[in-house]
Each structure stands twice: as C-alpha cells, then as structure tokens.
C-alpha cells in the first residue's frame, strides 16, 4: 500500500469561544429542536440528555448525512456510564431535516444532576480541513516521519489511540467495519478546549456503520 492509501481527509472543528444561536453549527450551543417532539432522555438514568454539538450539513459535507438530512445533532448524558475501557457519557444522534422545524421548543431540559467534566462550554466553529494518517501504531514504517495522529474534536480521519486501540469494531446489525465519524477531544491542538474530560483526558470516538449511520453506535473512550 502507497501513503496515499493510508490517507484520510479529517476535518478539525477547532473550536473557539462564542454566541451561537440554533441556526449554527456548534458545540455547547442552543439545538434547533422542534416543539412537538419529545427531548431525548437516558434510558439508563431518565435524566434528559445535554446538547453537545451540532453540525450543518452546509458547514461539514464531509459528513455521512443519510438522504433528507441536512443536520446532525449529537447529545450527551452527562452521567458516568459504564462503556469499554472506561466510564464516560451516553451519546445520542440526531440526523434531521432543518427544513421542517417551524416552531422551537421553548427552553432545553435539564439534567438534576450531571457530571461537570461532561458539560461543553459554548464553542462557535472555524473548521480546519486537511489530510490525516494513523496513529503511529497503525503506520507502516515508511510513514512513520508523518505528523501524528490528531487528538482534537474533528470529522473523520483516524484514531487517536492513547491506550486501547488499534481497535476495530463490527456493525452488530450487517457485520461491516464501523468507522470513525467523530472525535470529541479533551485537548485542542487549535481553538480552545471545550472543557470536557473523556476517560483518562483523551476521546470520545464515535463509530458509524459505513453501509447505513442510522445503524447501532459504537461509542469508545480511549
């Protein structure tokens, strides 16, 4: 294999401090969430899910956004829980249509009690776009002098293994290969930290099915 087969295109979100409003794509910020449907709730501890991150498809089409969704909302129970090599936070997506939101709901549930390190701060998004190999474990010895896999909040790409990996992780439902979609850094190699803490101060990596995102999530922290 040539170093261009080993070649992904990532996309920092590099995060930095502002006032988003729920027409943006952000982290922390308001969610364009209809009125008529129902707030997602942990299953595990009924406490409402937290708003994270939300992604415009007109910002970041490098997402897998399924046909007829132009918005991925991604939601966090800022509870510990129980999940590979870790403890950290349920995760919840949301692909929707923008287009059909008329009316918001008026205020945002919120958790009785949460854990702080899980709660973003308010981000507006400046994204960085470039080309990502894999973490030095994953690497052939010929692109070993390559920089080293991203650690940041981004789009694609590849893993920034700390301690687990390399991992890979079949589709419970049609057995392909997941992939990483996204990756919520605990550190910003650009932009500000979101003062989050996943594990032990490394990622959150979602993993998406390749065949269909609406497929079961694989979440690890590593």
Not at 47 to 68: I, K, S
Not at 134 to 151: C, G, M, Q, V
Not at 181 to 209: A, M, Q, R
Request: contains cysteine; proline residues 11%; aromatic residues 10%.
């Amino acid at each position: 294999m040539g170093k261009q087969d080993w070649a992904r295109p990532a996309v920092l979100l590099n995060p930095l401090e502002g006032d988003p409003t729920d027409a943006d794509s952000h982290i922390g910020g308001p969610m364009l969430w209809p009125i008529d449907e129902p707030w997602p709730q942990c299953e595990s501890d009924g406490e409402p899910f937290v708003g994270a991150l939300q992604l415009y498809r007109r910002d970041f089409p490098e997402l897998p956004f399924p046909d007829g969704t132009d918005l991925l909302q991604v939601f966090l129970c800022t509870l510990d829980h129980e999940v590979p090599d870790a403890y950290g936070p349920d995760v919840r997506l949301v692909w929707r249509d923008s287009t059909t939101v008329f009316e918001l709901i008026e205020e945002e549930p919120e958790p009785s009690e949460q854990e702080e390190f899980y709660v973003p701060t308010v981000n507006v998004l400046e994204p960085i776009r470039y080309t990502e190999y894999p973490h030095a474990y994953e690497r052939p010895e010929e692109l070993r002098d390559l920089p080293k896999t991203s650690e940041g909040t981004k789009i694609g790409g590849w893993t920034a293994w700390h301690a687990s990996g390399p991992l890979t992780f079949a589709c419970p439902q049609c057995g392909e290969v997941r992939r990483q979609v996204l990756s919520l850094g605990t550190y910003e190699p650009s932009g500000d930290n979101v003062e989050w803490v996943f594990g032990s101060e490394g990622n959150l990596n979602v993993f998406l099915c390749p065949k269909d995102v609406r497929h079961p999530v694989k979440v690890h922290i590593d």
